[in-house]
């Protein structure tokens, strides 16, 4: 199974969406987005991979392997290399202050523990197709506004 996220504002802060696609043998098993009045980029990336989470979670999906595609390194590289020390640290960043999103990255943080995951960077806007959708479906998220 694959899912890919992406999140953006129509400026930063500004109105923003979020979008997930969820691949299960090679055909889209679920898709989904959703939009917030003012917000921030980071947070819409995060919000799309919860929101692709708490769907899995719902359908029971717990016991799959799952690549997340994400073109977001925040995402990325929070979930994968700086969060283990946001957490021993109380989640406080290297320079002692408070992690942004905290709230967001809690969520994911206790999602990700239902999971077999692997986080995959992929290069925004470079013709990959889920991520295109992804891309495609956050922008009418922006627009639902």
Known sequence: MEIYTDGGC???????GWAYVIIKDEVIFAEKWG???????????????????????QEEKKEEKIAVYTDSQYVQKGITIWMADWKKRGWKTSDKKPV???ELWQRLDA???LFLL?????????????????DELTRIAIVSL
């Open 35 to 57: 939009a917030e009045k003012f917000t921030t980029n980071n947070r819409m990336e995060l919000q799309a991979v919860i929101a692709a989470l708490e769907f899995l979670a």
């Open 111 to 113: 999602l990700a523990g």
């Open 10 to 16: 129509s400026g930063n802060p500004g109105p923003g």
């Open 100 to 102: 942004k999103n905290q």
């Open 118 to 134: 692997s986080w995959v960077w992929v290069k925004g806007h470079a013709g990959n197709k889920y991520n295109e959708r992804c």
